[in-house]
């Protein structure tokens, strides 16, 4: 996979281009070739977004930029610092908007996940100009009065895995079983083969930490949020015991131009038979920019 030489890091990205429009009574489509950036969350790599999502995206007409966050998979791993935290989400931001501004996707839409949401809407503050719109999902605004994990949650994603694939299998199926959520059926199989996967390509849990210390010391983006222009889609699950649904709320009650979607029965997480519904709303989003 490539990688870009940005903001004195590495960052490994992938471009994955429209497949040819499908024939009548197709779903919601965007003009072919609409740049659509990509922001995983916490710990999360270019491989870990759902197949199923990105080939629904993807099939609907976007262009889809995926990449490593800095000190996750094959993107630049920092060293323990003695100073904490070593970076903050609007780095990570300036990261984003860099690579992009690498590969020239100016203006482009921009979608961010848990994390990356934050990321996502630290970049929108950032860069207002630079987006066409913003889709936030599963995310908060950094306000600690909104948002917050039950305590469930936290012990759940807390829980340190041992070194062996066998282990990081059964301690992240655990996990997975706390945050997916009430409302649907857990796909164990497509979570072995996640977690699979991210272990062989790269296991780093000390730069998982890092990232958390990010998202802790995140300042509130509430205000800044409130001056965003651009068409905003903000989508929750009603039963997230990571980031709750408050957290979602207050994203789109701080932004004008905004939409708040949220499902029942959705924890932290992407339930295959609700994705192509999902797909439609940020469609729909695009469409308004």
Request: net charge negative; hydrophobic share 40%; with cysteine.
């Amino acid at each position: 996979m490539p990688i870009a030489q940005i903001n004195s890091i590495e960052l490994c990205y992938e471009i994955i281009h429209p497949k040819p429009p499908p024939g009548e009574n197709s779903p919601l489509l965007v003009e072919s070739g609409t740049k659509l950036l990509l922001i995983q969350g916490l710990g999360g790599q270019l491989i870990s977004w759902d197949s199923q999502f990105v080939d629904e995206l993807v099939s609907r007409g976007f262009e889809v930029i995926v990449f490593d966050n800095r000190d996750s998979g094959l993107s630049t791993k920092f060293a323990d610092s003695t100073v904490q935290p070593a970076y903050s989400i609007e780095d990570m931001a300036d990261d984003a908007l860099e690579l992009c501004a690498y590969l020239s996707l100016d203006p482009f839409h921009v979608l961010g996940i848990s994390m990356g949401g934050m990321i996502a809407q630290a970049l929108a503050i950032k860069a207002p100009s630079s987006l066409l719109s913003l889709c936030s999902i599963m995310s908060t605004t950094g306000n600690r009065h909104v948002g917050m994990p039950t305590p469930e949650g936290i012990k759940a994603i807390m829980t340190k895995p041992g070194e062996d694939l066998e282990s990081i299998i059964e301690t992240g199926l655990k996990t997975w079983r706390v945050i997916w959520g009430s409302g649907f059926p857990i796909e164990e199989d497509r979570i072995k083969a996640k977690l699979e996967a991210e272990y062989e390509r790269s296991y780093y849990p000390e730069g998982v930490m890092r990232q958390v210390m990010a998202i802790i010391s995140a300042k509130d983006r509430t205000e800044q949020l409130g001056k965003l222009r651009i068409p905003v889609l903000v989508i929750h699950g009603q039963d997230d015991p990571l980031i709750a649904v408050s957290g979602g709320q207050a994203c789109a009650n701080a932004i004008a131009q905004s939409k708040f979607v949220s499902y029942a029965g959705m924890g932290h997480s992407m339930p295959s038979p609700i994705i192509a519904t999902m797909v439609d709303e940020i469609v729909a989003n695009v469409s308004r920019s």
